[in-house]
């Protein structure tokens, strides 16, 4: 049965209803409509925006023990972990965590044979061409190809339907009632696999757990994951891991759009830059480590400065030196232009600036490690890549906290079953980013996520098959 | 140095595709389907010339377009087959000499009927005036001298003019100048239409959504190749004619008819199969406006092959000046309007390939 576009949603016979259409609820579909469960899912977006924040990955980091389609070498349980262990300091499930990186080597072939295709690293991610199998495209290749699969497996697609409610009667599901394209809808289910994200979409939310400066925020990825079915299934006692008011946040251009931004929004100028706040003072040390390794903590950095906004400062020396990104820089011939050009006083930043370069020591520059060129009797500091800012023209970027998770989710045993305080539930089980705080409970680990979508989207399925 | 094309009235194509080029800069993700997104990682900043080249070099995969997280509705609007190919097609019209006839039959499938009309016209009317007194197979309805004063200039005019719209564009991406080297690996590439094979082999999206196929890449190089030997058959057509005093007709086992039926047959199939799934494409991933031009040059090229099999079927019968006419019309028709229609793409897609191959090598 090939169900294009719209599928008429009748009432009866549904082993197994998939909460969400991201690449944990695809995994879960296909697996349990492979053991010939009839399968329906209900992806709250229109097809165009399908996928979740799927649709802007990139990449599956992947345990192997030798080389492993397009991945270099060996990156074994131990190295994974250890890695896994670094980024959360210790916030995980060691089971879940070990039992994730151990099937994640068996995901890939199963990913491949189901329509992926990887690609080597591409260009300016070679760190990662040992620890992480890019998508040929993009995350949304990915779905693109799970979606077929699963259109050839039979399985039924309803677009913006938005689940409100998944009724639970003591320990089972029963039914989820819906909102398809402004109708509501009940769907009855043998069973449901919850794969419907985060709440990251969900300002109001992000402004409880955050306060008033998440209105400032910009959501990196879709619009569509505002944590209705996480909310509704906490409000039925639902166990919950993660911090609720934590969310991964990272500095982005602040000129993104409010939601979907996705990749080409970052920024990675801020280690060959000094960094301002609202009133042109600096407020962090820029040249800390690599990008890579402090991207994700100046998301956090900008949410509390003034009005959730900083300001990166380049001279024209520097401005190679980084990817492009999507939106042009400002630019001027003086740093008071700049600086009035940005929207903040151009005295203080000539000001901070002239601070800067008078601590700057003579010293080999080298942009692609740390070169230990250090500014001196300035605080706070900048401890490597502390050039003088000073030869025209000058360039600014305006940062912002750009959000790309939310850590509260559902807590899940081994099996991907969801438990209430009462005890497991017998037919829900949860997969992706709605269960990932179980496993990264603070930190960013790249290529993480989709691993964690991966293999509890296929535990989810193949429970869900069993159970019907 | 690629030039800049200043006040010209395409330079609205030209902006469009280089926004959309920038944001593909900044994301990467597409890098693995084809030559155009490696060759925008290796640039910062995109002048005209370099927007033009990549349009050239944009085979229209679509690939692109259905991995792109930020295709419409989207705010950044992302459709990089269509600008390239808005870009692409204007490059055409633009560099065609001379320029007033660029556009026509690019656009107006009509304007390309009528002129194959005219070619059957001439062609009727040099056989009514001109009917040799003796000759033997076709040469009995138009003799070989006619057909050599007519159609060498038709065939070396197109090239000539296609000559100069190549070193038109050759200056306008600022090439370098071509060492053998950048050739062959130029014809490697044309020869497996690698840039329509989406990186891995699975071909491109094209009639059927997001899903791949090899289907357009198999009847292109069935069109092209078939092209190819119905030209070879000419040539030694004409070799044998003047170097060993073979003349026409040939018998089967000849080689202008060995290398020209199966060149006829392959350019029919391949024909019919880009015109059939055309059908089915999404018009936008393309350019939509030149979508009845370049429907009315493959049917002409559909014309041309299948007109010269039926008059070959057709020898010693009464329909032979017939066909004869209309398939020599068509062939008159195609040559002149090959500077002018879908026909450039090849040449000034080889020249793209070429430059591409000297990129790669760190040319300047």
């Known amino acids: ?468 | 140095m690629p030039e800049d094309i200043t006040l010209n009235p395409f330079s609205e194509a030209i902006d469009e595709a280089r926004r959309q080029v920038e944001i593909c800069n900044a994301c990467r993700y597409c890098e693995g389907f084809c030559s155009v997104f490696p060759a925008i990682n290796r640039q910062r900043a995109f002048a005209d010339g370099d927007i033009t080249q990549l349009a050239n070099l944009c085979h229209n995969c679509r690939g692109c377009y259905y991995a792109c997280q930020y295709v419409p509705p989207h705010e950044f609007a992302l459709n990089l087959p269509a600008a390239l190919n808005d870009v692409r097609q204007q490059s055409w019209e633009r560099l065609a000499r001379p320029q007033a006839i660029g556009r026509l039959f690019h656009e107006r499938g009509v304007a390309l009927a009528a002129a194959l009309v005219a070619g059957f016209a001439v062609l009727f009317a040099l056989m009514a005036v001109l009917q040799p007194e003796s000759g033997e197979g076709f040469y009995a309805y138009l003799s070989h001298g006619v057909m050599v004063v007519v159609f060498t200039p038709a065939f070396l005019f197109p090239l000539f003019a296609i000559g100069v719209s190549l070193r038109a564009y050759w200056r306008e991406i600022g090439g370098a100048p071509v060492r053998f080297g950048h050739l062959v690996n130029a014809v490697r590439s044309a020869g497996r239409m690698r840039n329509l094979d989406g990186g891995q082999g699975q071909g491109c999206n094209f009639e059927d959504g997001d899903r791949f196929s090899n289907r357009r890449r198999v009847y292109h190089q069935m069109v092209l190749y078939g092209f190819l030997l119905a030209f070879a058959s000419t040539s030694s057509g004409t070799i044998m004619h003047y170097g060993f005093a073979m003349e026409a007709p040939y018998g089967f086992f000849s080689l202008p008819k060995m290398l020209g039926v199966p060149g006829g047959i392959l350019m029919c199939i391949g024909t019919a199969g880009l015109a059939y799934m055309k059908m089915s494409a999404d018009k936008h991933l393309g350019s939509a406006r030149v979508w009845g031009g370049e429907m009315a040059f493959i049917a002409l090229l559909f014309f041309v092959s299948l007109s010269g099999l039926m008059l070959y079927m057709a020898t010693g019968t009464a329909a032979v000046p017939t066909l004869l006419a209309l398939h020599l019309g068509a062939v008159l028709a195609f040559f002149l309007l090959m500077p002018y229609s879908k026909m450039v793409h090849g040449f000034f897609r080889f020249a793209a390939l070429v430059r591409e191959a000297q990129q790669r090598d760190g040319m300047p």
């Not at chain 1, 270099?72 to 499930?93: C, H, I, P, Q, S």
Request: proline share 5%.
């Open chain 1, 1 to 468: 049965m090939r169900t294009k576009g719209h599928t008429s949603v009748s009432n009866d016979g549904w082993d197994l209803i998939v909460v969400g259409g991201g690449n944990a609820a695809l995994c879960a579909a296909i697996v349990a409509a492979e053991s010939g469960r009839k399968v329906l899912i209900l992806e709250s977006a229109p097809k165009v925006y399908r996928g979740g924040n799927s649709r802007h990955t990139r990449n599956f980091r992947c345990m192997h023990q030798g080389p492993l389609s397009v991945l270099t070498d060996a990156y074994e349980e131990d190295e994974y972990f250890d890695d896994l262990m670094r980024v959360t300091k210790g916030v995980t499930d060691e089971k879940l965590a070990r039992l994730t990186i151990r099937e994640s080597e068996k995901c890939l072939p199963w990913m491949e044979a189901h329509g992926v295709r990887f690609q080597p690293s591409l260009s300016g991610t070679l760190s990662l061409s040992r620890t992480n199998a890019f998508f040929l495209g993009g995350g949304k290749a990915l779905v693109n190809a799970y979606y077929n699969t699963a259109e050839e497996l039979g399985v039924a697609v309803v677009y913006d339907a938005e689940v409100r409610h998944v009724h639970l009667e003591r320990d089972r599901f029963t039914y989820v009632d819906v909102n398809i394209r402004g109708q509501e809808h009940r769907i009855f289910g043998k069973s449901a696999v919850l794969a419907s994200g985060g709440f990251q979409a969900d300002l109001d939310w992000l402004t409880r757990a955050w306060g008033p400066s998440a209105a400032n925020f910009l959501i990196r990825g879709t619009p569509y994951n505002r944590g209705i079915v996480l909310r509704d299934m906490l409000d039925q006692q639902a166990e919950s891991v993660g911090d609720p008011t934590q969310c991964h946040a990272v500095a982005i251009d602040g000129r993104a759009p409010k939601f979907d931004g996705g990749i080409v929004t970052r920024l990675d100028c801020v280690p060959f830059s000094i960094v301002v706040n609202r009133d042109g003072e600096r407020f962090y040390d820029e040249g800390e480590d690599v990008w890579p390794k402090r991207y994700a903590i100046w998301g956090r950095l900008v949410a509390a400065q003034p009005e959730q906004v900083g300001y990166s400062i380049i001279d024209s020396k520097s401005l190679d030196l980084f990817m492009p990104s999507v939106f042009p820089p400002v630019k001027a011939d003086t740093l008071e232009e700049l600086g009035e050009a940005l929207g903040i006083s151009g005295n203080e930043l000539q000001k901070t600036i002239a601070e800067y370069n008078a601590a700057c020591r003579p010293g080999t520059f080298h942009p692609t490690e740390l070169d230990g060129l250090a500014t001196e009797g300035l605080e706070p500091p900048k401890t490597n890549w502390a050039r003088p800012i000073d030869t025209p023209p000058y360039y600014g970027y305006t940062l912002r906290p750009g959000v790309t998770f939310t850590y509260l989710g559902l807590k899940v045993d081994e099996t991907a079953r969801v438990h209430t305080i009462s005890g497991p539930l017998a037919n829900v089980w949860a997969a992706g980013e709605i269960m990932a705080g179980s496993i990264l409970g603070q930190g960013y680990l790249a290529g993480f996520g989709m691993t964690i979508g991966t293999v509890f989207g296929r535990i989810a399925g193949k429970e869900a098959a069993n159970h019907a």
